[in-house]
């Protein structure tokens, strides 16, 4: 199975800061990453899939980066409702994998 | 309009086996590509993929979980079914599940990009 290693597992932020979360594969697999957003209580929301392609109705402050091994979450001028936990997901190959999460706090 | 709503019990014992159904619409299971995966979350935890049928019946499993789960499919009443047998207090979970689209021919696939609102299910005795 691919592993998948988010980092941080946490990070506190101001609103208006830029907030970069990493996320690690064991193996590569090439653009097949997705990120999604959790906010408690709720579903996951798809935000970025393919590595760097936003969903529709996305705002654009949201980007993604990486191919192979690593990709990187990048939230530009962080909004109060982006204060939530962030999960990514390989689906390069079945069985799918998550990485830990990374709960984005308010500082 | 694409949902998705999971049902199920709330309070199942050690050792029982638990049968939860998703049940779909704006979209059908027999259209090639289409997905529908079930996700868990633990209180307090990271989200967990426990298994994926797909347009095919082509069906896939969590390696830790995979000899617990079987996952089907009733597509005249859009409907999957994740049943998971001998359940464990650490089973204990939000279970979620969610549509996905496949690349035919590959292994590749797509974000979940909508789910259901998630069904809680304690095992206790």
């Known amino acids: 199975d691919i592993q998948m290693t988010q980092s941080p597992s946490s990070v506190s932020a101001s609103l208006g800061d830029r907030v970069t979360i990493t996320c690690r594969a064991s193996?590569?697999?090439?653009?097949?990453l997705v990120w999604y957003q959790q906010k408690p209580g709720k579903a996951p929301k798809l935000l970025i899939h393919t590595a760097s392609s936003l969903q529709s109705g996305v705002p654009s402050r949201f980007s993604g980066s990486g191919s192979g091994t690593d990709f990187t979450l990048t939230i530009n001028s962080l909004q109060p409702e982006d204060f939530a936990t962030y999960y990514c997901?390989?689906?390069?190959?079945?069985?799918?994998?998550f990485g830990g999460g990374t709960k984005v706090e308010i500082k | 309009q694409v949902t998705l709503r999971e049902s199920g019990p709330a309070l199942v014992k050690p050792t029982q086996t638990l049968t939860l159904t998703c049940t779909f619409s704006?979209?059908?299971?027999?259209?090639?590509?289409?997905?529908v995966s079930w996700v868990r979350q633990p209180p307090g935890k990271a989200l967990e993929w426990l298994a994926l049928?797909?347009?095919?019946?082509?069906?896939y499993y969590n390696t830790s979980l995979k000899t617990r789960l079987a996952i089907s499919k009733d597509t005249s009443k859009r409907q999957v079914v994740l049943t998971m047998t001998n359940v464990d207090p650490v089973d204990t979970a939000t279970y979620f599940c969610a549509r996905q689209k496949a690349v035919a021919g590959t292994s590749y696939i797509y974000g979940m990009d909508v789910w259901g609102q998630g069904t809680t299910v304690t095992v206790s005795s």
């Open positions: 704006g979209f059908s299971l027999t259209t090639s590509g289409m997905c």
């Open positions: 997901q390989q689906a390069h190959s079945l069985p799918l994998t």
């Open positions: 049928i797909d347009w095919d019946d082509d069906k």
């Open positions: 193996q590569g697999i090439r653009s097949w």
